[in-house]
């Protein structure tokens, strides 16, 4: 063959590198190139941990058990209650503030997530000023501490201080709670890094009139199912991330007769009513909290690759999985591809930030977008884009979720349970929908988009994972 | 040619008759199957007329005038009012009955239709009971003339009697009005023929405590843009016909705060919100009062073939055009292919019923099908065929709505404006999403599903069309 080779027009497969597929087109001959890259992203010890953890019966067996308790959650909204009397960490008057992704240090936050800080800070009244909150957290007179490690998840610098009230969430099937605050709305917000009067002024009323009147309302419903909730949303056109019309609607369909009813004036009604039908986002922090229940559902078993966590604080972006405990697998944060408002581009962004990736990690948000094509006005791309990512995220994960349907697909339900060892084996990242928040305090949202989970957070937890298995490759 | 082509293999394409294709492949040969028929299925007649006002100059251009107008109509819901204080036909005590699609004597009303009468009749307090209601009727005693004829719209068998609480819809572009009484919720309801003392209660409640009501909140609102709502929904996969799941979601989150504040007593409010929340279907006669309104915008310009009203009385189908004004082209009304509820069949089904195909004539319902890919779960099929179903109306349309956009066809906006001289010319029927009701007064509706209008309704049309024009072979 060899006399022929060089004589006729070469037709190759190129796998891997792109350049030596350039190469053979260059010099006349047809190729066709192939998209591959080893494992890991070649990292080699992760790959070798890769290969101890993949197909291992134990992982396998793990895996099978947290989907089976992550299918079977059943996230119920019960109840509205300050911070202070649900989380235990904020019990007898401690200045605590939790913040969004893996623990960091009030030097390390980005800038939206300090102001935000600083912002509570003023909310409790442990400083009068902007000012005087920065001394006093640079003195070191607040503990900054995760949401994740107090049961509770938060959107962009998702701070939460004694006195906001949270969305109480118990997962009916198991037991367990999760809490989120409530969505303050676009424009100057203290997710997003503002800490004006009118912010302050605006989660005082929130904890003021919104809360206790929602909560009087819940008292009388008997509490919210938000599995069945979030399903229809998902059918008429949210992904329950950063598309939240649907759902929003839904919950106002369900407890506004109720709140009609509340022991409270009409005033405080039609003001907590006006509020939700004024935010199509109210409903993406129930929609956190209903993740964060359903994914701490499958947390804690011995061996399990299943992601259940993913958070990111605006600097490093932190993985958990069910197998490793309340370890983070860390790694710097993506910036975020998306559309920016007008002005701004992805030099003024904040890197990726917020707890609201625990709605990928529970296989909605991103991972649900073929359900959401009117999304893509929002973060960008097409509806064909759309489709393509949930569809991507099946190489990903270890099964689908019979509750959550796409129609763009014909009704088939939605990829769920990120495994991490396929992340690191297939090189396919999490997709993540964003909101941007502005890189330095006080601006507030520049615009929304579409992001990815870092390799380095999945190789570093695989090899975890390896270690725990008795591997000879993996790093403790 | 001659000698090889009997001895060589046959490949040949064949038009129409498939009898030609299937002797050919059982002979051996090779054979494509093109589905074709001649214009107007055939009617010689018809398609004459046809080819005098294809491509006529006076048609087009009037076309062009009617589907502008349509396009421009902005319905919004100002008001709602008992039947007879805005209806001028029901003024002065005069005892009127309003029903579906085009006019029909009581003797040869379906079913369901003549059990609406009669529990209407019973309602207004005409009769004590339903038997002395049919007595009444059987003697002239209640006049019976079709909703269009009085600028109104009611589903199924679209009964409407004068105490009956009215949408009142106005474009705000061109200053007419349209009417569509409330949606009963699902059931045995008098649109379904059932006439019983529950249904007849529940039209009480509807007049005396949720119509009020409304009428108090749409006050203070100051009236409802429709068009922008139905455009929403749209894009949270309603079709605004069969599905109104979110519309009536979005209708919620407009009222509700104003409810809550209405000089009504809170078991008022409540109740109403209740009553809309409880009932996915209650948008529908909003959609059907909007849409008629802007047909009617279309309507009355000279030598239009743009249709401006699809209804049927479960008898006949009868369809208007812009340009023969108020006459009706019938033709018997198909049966409804789709599904049935348990124990029932197409056996028991009342053929195609009610004016709710003035959701088809304004380009929505069945024409954007695409847009409710979960619809197939109520009326049959699949999402592809809904998808299918969009894209073949563009076959017999004058235009698109920019208004209504379809996430399914990347954003694409709907079919609108059905030209009668195409439907004759291509042979492709309008589709209709329809509720199936039971051929026998009393029993209700026993499914949901998909027909088409009768070609019969075109031709005869077309036919009129081509004698305003001065066609030799048109039709008076």
Redesign the interface.
Known sequence: MAPTLFKETLTVVNVGLRGFADDIVAAGGRCVALEWQPPAQGDREGGWALAETLAHPDVDAANATALARFIAANPVLIDVSAARDVLPGMAGGRRLIVHAGPPIAWAEMCGPMQGAVLGAVVLEGWADSVDAAERLVERGGVDLEPCHHHGAVGPMAGIISPSMPLFVVENKAAGNRAYCNFNEGLGKVLRFGANGPEVVARLRTIAATVAPTLRAALARTGGVELKPLMA?AI???DEVHNRN??A???L???I??A???VDRT?DD??AT??FI?GNDHFFLNLSMAACKAMCDSAAGVAHSSMVTAMARNGVNFGVRLSGTGERWFEAPANPVDGLYFPGYSIADAAADLGDSAITETAGVGGFAMAAA??IVKFVGG???DAVHHSLRMRAITLGVNPSFTL??L??AAAAVGIDARKVVDNGVLPVINSGIAHRQAGVGQIGAGVTSAPMACFTAAVKALAHGIGGKRGAS
């Open positions: 229809q059918n008429m056109g019309v649907a929003t609607a839904l106002i369909k369900r506004a007769p709140l009609i009813d009409r009604a039609r009513l006006a039908a094509p009117a097409t509806p064909s129609p763009a014909d009704f």
